[in-house]
């Protein structure tokens, strides 16, 4: 505990990763990254399919990369294949199965506490994503079928009738991959998949004109039932009801704002506030990576605000 960290980050996604790697790029040597789950990148671990193509250009934006991690389209597993990589070349000292619960500034430092035990730090950076809580419907999910609503497609099988909710990226990459096992069909509230980057375009266009996946666009879900056998009735507000095995949401996640508000950081227009280097209202303490973005970012850009931190920390801009 009398040990003062140079630089704790919070969550070891892409955004932590890069923060870390970066800082000690430019000297710092004395870094922590501290990750709630058994590994980092949960996020990716979590929510991404096996085999899934990771898209450096994701909900099409395209993201010039500042800093020196080179991250170029690969797979799941080549992606953490690469965050392995670069971690283990940079001595980082990564601490699993932690969770940071909040952060106190003393005197010169701060304090992250974790169950049971606390550090210190100088620098305190917090990238801990918005997946942690996926975004649920506002309607109630009755008990009966809620093993059967999803937000990820781990539990999903062969040959069931699944209804993929939402129209970005993810949604769009759930629907194609579940269709060549299953009879898949997606509802989006709008009438065109324009969110989605222009290759999961092609693919959601291929898969509904092949009539592998089959769309239900510009409608909207009031609710779902279940029925007599444990299936969901699933209630259109435009059409008529229609009843499937498995529903998945895919519509994006969250700003932990309870953690936030518990650490001190101003909140506005659900994202942290913080200067062009992410520092938030609280010098010292930066966000980045995913929770600094209203719906979601990408890796690319989580990679270059941890490199704009490590300039800031270094005093390099
Ligand atoms: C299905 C899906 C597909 C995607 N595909 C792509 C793609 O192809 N290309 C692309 O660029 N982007 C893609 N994205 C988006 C990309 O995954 C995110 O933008 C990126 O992971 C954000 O990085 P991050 O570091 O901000 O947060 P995250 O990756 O969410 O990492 C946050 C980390 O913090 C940890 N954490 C959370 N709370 C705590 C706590 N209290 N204490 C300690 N640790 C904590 C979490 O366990 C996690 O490991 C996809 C997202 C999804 C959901």
């Known amino acids: 505990m009398d040990h003062i960290y140079e630089l704790a980050i919070v969550g070891a996604g892409p955004a932590g990763i890069a923060t870390a790697v970066e800082s000690y790029l430019q000297g710092i040597r004395d870094i922590v990254l501290l990750e ?32 020196n991690i080179y991250f170029i389209d690969g797979t799941k597993e080549t992606t953490l294949d690469f965050f392995d990589e670069i971690l283990s070349k940079h001595s980082v000292e990564l601490q699993t199965h932690v969770e940071v619960t909040g952060i106190e500034k003393k005197d010169g430092y701060f304090e992250v506490h ?13 990238t801990i994503g918005r997946m942690g809580k996926p975004n649920k419907p506002s309607y109630k999910i009755p008990p009966a079928i809620r093993k059967k609503v999803n937000y990820t497609t781990d539990e999903c099988g062969s040959g069931e009738k699944i209804l993929v909710v939402g129209g970005g990226d993810s949604a769009v990459e759930y629907a194609v991959d579940l269709s060549a096992n299953n009879d898949v069909a997606i509802c989006y509230r709008r009438e065109t ?55 998945i949401y895919a519509i994006g996640g969250t700003t932990p704002s309870a953690f936030l508000a518990s650490s001190g950081i101003q909140e506005a227009d659900g994202k942290p506030v913080h200067d ?42």
Not at 37 to 65: A, F, M, P
Not at 277 to 288: M, S
């Open 276 to 317: 062009e280097h992410y520092e938030t209202n609280i010098p010292g303490l930066f966000v980045a990576g995913d929770i600094t973005q209203e719906s979601g970012g990408s890796i690319a850009l989580g990679l270059n605000h941890g490199y704009a931190i490590a300039c800031r920390i270094n005093n390099l801009c």
């Open 114 to 126: 974790m169950a049971g035990k606390s550090i210190k730090a100088k620098y305190v950076v917090v």
């Open 36 to 67: 709630k789950d058994e590994n980092h990148n949960s996020t990716i671990r979590k929510y991404y399919k096996d085999n899934k193509r990771v898209d450096v250009e994701w909900k099409g934006q395209k993201v010039e990369l500042d800093g």
């Open 193 to 247: 998949f324009r969110r989605a980057n222009p290759t999961n375009q092609r693919d959601i266009a291929n898969a509904i004109a092949h009539n592998e996946v089959r769309p239900i666009l510009g409608v909207n879900i009031d609710g779902l039932e279940a029925t007599e056998d444990g299936k969901i009735k699933v209630l259109f507000n435009e059409i008529e009801p229609e009843v499937f095995d498995r529903v």
